[in-house]
C-alpha cells in the first residue's frame, strides 16, 4: 500500500459572491491549488478528481463533477461527485487518498464547491435543510440550528457547559478569522456581541451558528513514487478514519456525543500510530459552537464533559496548547458546504509547510482535520504531518 | 496492487412500487446480494459502501448513503453517495474496486438505489431531466430524448442508420427482458410495436427510449486475500476504466460519438489484457436505442458507422456472436437511475457464473459492463472474467 502526500492545497476566498458562478468558483480554487505546487504541475497529469458538492438550486445536479472538472481544464479524467452532506469533500479527500493507495491513480485531486448565498431559485435555502433527517425531524419543522440547539441544551443539562462557554469557542474562531485573508467573517467578536446577539436557536446565538457561504477548495494528493516531483515539502497523510450513524438524532444513543466522529478519530489515530496529545493543531467541523465542543470531547482532546472547561482555559487558542480552527473554522472562515472538508486540509497543509502567515502554529509538525455531515450522520478524519516528519520516516 | 473479484450481486425487482421506498428497495437489493454469497456473508464483515443515488423529490437530499446502509443495518461504516448522472453506482463500482486495492478496505459493497415513479413531489419529473447540461440544454427546453433524438439524427444522416435497425435494438431488448423476472417492462414488442409507437423526439418512439423505474441493485468487491472465504467461484474484475467529458453536446467535436466511453473502453480493455472481440457478452448502457448503436461502435464491437448493420445482422442478439444487454438492458430491464450501473453487474456476475437461467449465454467467460452519464459526460467500463478462468490465472 503506497504512502499519499499531499503536494498542493488552495482556495477561494469564503463569502458572498454574486458575480460568481460554481464553475467561477471551483476553478479560482484549483488555480490557487496549482499555484501552491512548489515545482509546478500540469493539469494533463492529474488523473482523476473526486467533487464535493450539495449542487441545488438551479444549477447542475446530475454530473456536476465534471461540469466543474471540464471548466478547469481537466479535459476527459474520471471524475466523481461526492456527497455525505456537509462532510462531502472530506469523503472526497479520503477516495482521492484510496485511489492513490490503489495505484489506479498517481495524482488525484479532492476539491470541493458550493453557491449558497444565490437566492435566485426559490428551492435554494429549502434544500440546504435537507441533509437534516427527512422523516422525523425536517417534516416535523426541526432545523439545523435546532437539532444543534436540542444538542447543546443536552450538553448543559449533562455536564454544566455554559451558554459563555459557547460564546468562547465563537470569539475564538473570529479571532483566527480576522487574521485570515480568505475568511467570510473575517472579523473580531467579543464575549458580549455572541452573548448578546439574537437567538437563533435555544440556547444558541446568531454567533453560535456559522455562516452560509459561497466557496471552494482543493487539495492534490500524490503517491509517493511521484510527490518528489511536484515538492521537496510534501505533507504526508498518516491517518484516515471515516465511519457513518444514523441519520437522525433520535438514532442515537446519546445527544451529547457523535459515534461517527469517535470512531473515524480512533481509526485515523490508530493508522498514524499516534494518541491525540501528540496533535499540534487540528481543524474540527464547528458548523454550531457546540459542535467544536463536542469534537474536543470525540477527538480526545480532553475527557467526556470537559469540552466547555478546555475553551474556557484557553488551551484551543492560537496561544493555547492545542490551536484548533486556526483557520477561523466554519463559524467565521464560513461554510460552503461541499468545500469545507478539502478547505480544512487547505489550512492543515499551510499550518505544517509554515505558510499561515499571522495564525501559525509554531512548531505545527502533526495536525488533525474533523469533518462532519448533517448531525453526525457521517464523519472523516485526517491526520497529516509536516514534511520534515515525513523526510525522517521514508 | 491487489486483485478485486466480485463474490456477491443482487437486485430488487426493477418496476413501480408505490409501497416501497428508497430505504426498502436498497435493502432488498442488499439481502438480494448477500443471499447470492455462496459461503454467506455478515454485514458487519463489510469495510465500507459506495451508494449510488441521484435522490431528490422530498427525500433525503444530504447523507442519503448512511440513510440507507443504516437502514440495510450496515452499522457505523464508512459510507459515501456518489453521483455521475446514470453513472452513478458504475462509478461506486470503480471506487469500491479502489478501496479494496487501496488496502483500506478487504470487502466493500458498491450499490445504488432511485425511486423515480414517485411523483408526489412536483419536482421529481423536473429534477430527472437536470442530468443533462444546464445551461444550454436544459434551459432552452431540450429534454433527454431530444439530446439523444439529436444523436440519432446525425447518426443516421452521417452513416445511414435506419429507424428500423433502432427498432430492433428494442426489439432485442425486450426478448431478452422478457426471459428476466426482475425486468421492469418484461414482454416482448414486435418490430411493428416498435415502428409503430408514439414518437417522443423525432425520429425516437416510445420504443426507443428507457422507462423510468424504481429499483435497487448491489455488487460485493473483495480483496484476492479473502475472496476465498466467501465463495469458490469468484469473478475476477480484470479491467476498469472511466473517464469524463464536457457535460453538453454542444462541447463535443461529434454527434456520432462519445469520448468517455472511448477512452473508458480502451482503459478497461488496456487493464484486462484483451480486445473486444475476446469478449463473450456485453451490457451496454442503451438509455435510448441509438445509445446502444453508439456504444457498439464506441466499444470495439464494429467499425465507426457499422452499429445498425451490426444489430440488423443479429451479431448481439441472444443466440448471435456477441450477445448484449442479455438482462433486457436500460429499454426492457429498466432504468433506475443510482442503481443502473451496479445492476449491470448483476447480470454480469450471473452470466459469468452460469446462473442466467433463460438468458444464459454458452461459454461465458469475459463480459463487460458500460455505463454512461447523461448524454455522455461520464462513462464507466468494467471487463470481468468467469470463476474458471479467474482461477487458472490465480
Known amino acids: ?70 471548466h478547469a481544464g481537466l479535459h476527459g479524467i474520471p ?9 462531502a469533500s472530506g469523503s472526497g479527500v479520503r477516495h482521492a487518498i484510496q485511489a492513490v493507495k490503489s495505484g ?29 433527517e427527512t422523516e422525523w425531524e425536517r417534516m416535523a419543522g426541526t432545523t439545523f440550528s435546532g437539532v444543534y440547539a436540542q444538542i447543546a441544551s443536552a450538553h448543559m443539562a449533562e455536564y454544566g457547559t455554559t451558554r459563555e462557554q459557547l460564546s468562547r469557542v465563537a470569539v475564538k474562531s473570529h479571532e483566527n478569522g480576522a487574521r485570515n485573508p480568505k475568511a467570510h467573517l473575517g472579523f473580531e467578536c467579543s464575549l458580549e456581541q455572541a452573548e448578546g446577539a439574537a437567538t437563533v436557536a435555544d440556547p444558541l446565538t446568531l454567533y453560535h451558528c456559522c455562516p452560509t457561504s459561497d466557496g471552494a477548495a482543493g487539495v492534490l494528493i500524490a503517491s509517493e513514487d511521484v510527490a518528489a516531483e511536484y515538492t521537496d515539502r510534501p505533507v504526508k497523510i498518516s491517518g484516515v478514519g471515516a ?28 493508522m498514524a500510530g499516534i494518541s491525540p496529545d501528540k496533535l499540534d493543531f487540528a481543524e474540527v467541523h464547528d458548523c454550531f459552537s457546540i459542535a467544536e465542543i463536542l469534537a474536543y470531547e470525540d477527538l480526545g482532546f480532553c475527557e467526556v464533559g470537559q469540552g466547555g472547561q478546555l475553551i474556557e482555559d484557553g488551551v484551543t487558542t492560537l496561544e ?32 505544517l509547510r509554515g505558510t499561515a502567515g499571522d495564525r501559525q502554529v509554531e512548531d505545527a509538525e502533526i495536525g488533525l482535520t474533523h469533518n462532519v455531515g448533517g448531525s453526525g450522520g457521517a464523519a472523516v478524519v485526517h491526520v497529516l504531518e509536516a514534511p520534515e516528519r515525513a523526510e525522517v520516516e521514508s
Not at 79 to 87: D, L, M, P, S, W
Not at 111 to 131: C, N
Open 104 to 132: 489506479m491513480a498517481d495524482l488525484a485531486l479532492a476539491g470541493g464547491v458550493e453557491m449558497m448565498t444565490d437566492l435566485s431559485s426559490d428551492t435554494t435555502r429549502y434544500w440546504f435543510g435537507v441533509s437534516g
Open 1 to 70: 500500500m503506497r504512502d499519499a502526500y499531499v503536494i498542493g492545497a488552495g482556495q477561494s476566498p469564503y463569502g458572498s459572491f454574486p458575480s460568481e458562478s460554481y464553475r467561477s468558483l471551483f476553478r479560482t480554487a484549483f488555480e490557487a491549488t496549482t499555484e501552491s505546487v512548489d515545482h509546478g504541475v500540469d493539469p494533463s497529469e492529474i488523473d482523476e478528481a473526486f467533487i464535493g458538492m450539495i449542487s441545488i438550486g438551479g444549477r447542475q445536479l446530475g454530473l456536476s463533477g465534471p461540469a466543474v472538472t471540464e
Open 79 to 87: 471524475t466523481t461527485r461526492v456527497e455525505n452532506a456537509c462532510a
Open 243 to 270: 465511519a457513518s450513524d444514523g441519520v437522525g438524532l433520535f438514532q442515537r444513543e446519546s445527544y451529547t456525543s457523535l459515534p461517527a466522529t469517535r470512531k473515524a478519530g480512533r481509526d485515523a489515530y490508530e
Open 320 to 351: 493555547g496548547d492545542l490551536p484548533v480552527n486556526t483557520s477561523g473554522g466554519l463559524k467565521s472562515k464560513g461554510h460552503p458546504i461541499g468545500a469545507t472538508g478539502a478547505g480544512q486540509l487547505v489550512e492543515a497543509f499551510d499550518q
